[in-house]
Structures are given as C-alpha cells and as structure tokens.
C-alpha cells in the first residue's frame, strides 16, 4: 500500500512551464495597458521520439519470440529506458495550455514593462528593459500605426506553480501540503514594428525550474524498499534548465493583434529516482497563439507629439 502513493504522484503531479513569449522588445507607454490571451501546446519531442522508438523496438521482439515460440523477456536495461520515458511523460506530459496576460508600461521613457500571466498550471510576473531603439522616435508626430521601431530588450520572470496533488489527498494514505515548483526565467527580446501593424520578433531564454517534494511523501518512498524489495526512493528536490528560443509575429490594426509563434529548445533534468538517474528533459516544442488588446491612449502621464491636439486659430494679443 505505501506503493500507491508514489505512483500516483507520477499521474497527478505533471504539469509544464507555459514556454510562450506573446510580446515585443517594445514596452508599453506609460499608462499604457495591454490584455492578452492565447493557448499552446507542450509537446516534448525527444521523450515522444524515445517511447515511439522502444515501442517499435520492444514490438519487433515480441513478434518475433511469437514466431519462434519462445518466451519473451524483458531486459532490466529496456525496463529501465520505459520507466524513465513514462516517468518523463508523466512529469512533463504533452497537452494543452491556455494563459491571460495583462502588461502595463511605467516610465515616461517607455522604456520599461511590467505584467502578470495566469495560465493552466501557474502564475508569473515579469518585467523587460528597452536597451536599444532604432527607426522613429517615440515623440513622432506619425501615428503609431505608421511607425516603424527596431527594439532589443532584457527581461526577468518568475513563476509559481499553483497545482495541487488531490488524488493523494482522496487515497487518505499520504497528505500532500508541501509540492512546489517555482521558475526563474531569462528571455532577451528582439523585435521590429512595421507601422504597428505587423510585428516580428525572436526571444532567446534560459529557464530554471526547481522541484520541492513534500517530506513525508520523500520519507515514505525512503522506506519503500522494505515493502517492495527494490528501490523506490524519490528526491527532496528537483531541477530542471531549459535552454531555448521563441520566433513569431504579431498582426493588427492599432490597438488588436493576432500572435502566433513557436518556441523550441532543450530540457535538461537528471534526477536519481527509484535508486536511478533518469533523463526526463529532452527537446521540447511548444507552438501558441493569441489575442492582445491594448488601449489607445496612456491614462496617465505625458501624451506623445501625435496625440496633442492642433490648432490652426490665431493667437489673441491683450493690450
């Protein structure tokens, strides 16, 4: 029975880092307020491609031990490489993600961002820097739908997973209060507007992630062994570094825009599970699209050259 409480951690307990970027290197004006939502996909590639290939691998051999009447066996090595893709999949599994985002810009400079995303499986705040600006200034008199900017940017995240354990919780044998996953994100930002219309962008990332078991459920799977005879030990805690990039493009009309983008790259995580250490990370895809919305005009704080109204009557001279 001390058994079930760790493989059901394995079925209730995965979930992914929402990978999307859904922004320029521009920020918002200050004033300014962006809503945004959108839905990707996690597909991890390499862990898919591993299962796809044991399993033809794995079929071969048993049509075979069929054919020539033989019983067919199953290698510890082969044992092993199943239950570090199954383990990598129930950790990380493939499926859906939705996300609403809100950004707001907060120095006259427009030179500075902040915003919160809520997605499926977490909460995240961010904010990103302007470094360098190229093509028309931000005190043009063009309005921004006919401006062109060429942006770089530096940006700083964290996450907090917001996901629970409840099946461990119904089977009364081991309460779950202490699971808990955080990330640290580093995303450099490059884009180019063409008249606030169509938007293209790239950002490079690097994303921590760390793991944090509850400590009974760790104590539990610690003494394991008595009841199952092998080892079922599970780590206090996890890392992970995920090394990737997201490519899109945004197109509208002022103040709505369609994204759509692709992020991709490499998930490294090595942890020693079940007396092991398993390969869990692997190349990862995540393809999104959205929906941003942003008002026209900032709420506060200096209006640009194109939003001052103009006058064309004479001035009037007091004696």
Known sequence: MRLLPLLALLTVTGCASTLSTMQTAKPLARGQFQVSGGTGLFTPVGQLATLIDQG????????????????????????????????????????????????????????????????????????????AHGGDPDDSPLPDYKRKSYDLAIGLGYSRHVFKSPVLDVLEIVKVDEFSRWDLEVPVYLSMDLGDIFKLYAAPKYIYSHTSLDSRLVDVSQSGQNVTGFDVSLPAEVSSHFYGASVGFALG???????????????????????????????????SVGIAIKNPLPFWGRASRADSPVTTESPITVP
């Open 253 to 287: 009309y002022k103040y709505v825009h369609l994204y759509a983008e692709l992020t991709g790259g490499y998930t490294d995580c090595r942890p020693v599970v079940f007396g092991q250490q398993r390969d869990l990370g692997g190349v990862t895809l995540y393809p």
């Open 56 to 131: 033809i691998d794995q079929g071969k051999e048993i049509n075979e031990a069929i054919k020539s009447g033989q019983p067919y066996h199953l290698s510890e090595d082969e044992a092993q490489r199943l239950l570090g893709v199954g383990m990598a999949l129930a950790v990380a599994p493939p499926g859906p993600a939705n996300e609403l985002m809100i950004r707001t810009g907060l120095l006259e400079s427009n030179t500075l961002d902040l915003g919160v995303r809520l997605s499926t499986t977490s909460m995240r705040f961010d904010g990103k820097v302007r470094l």
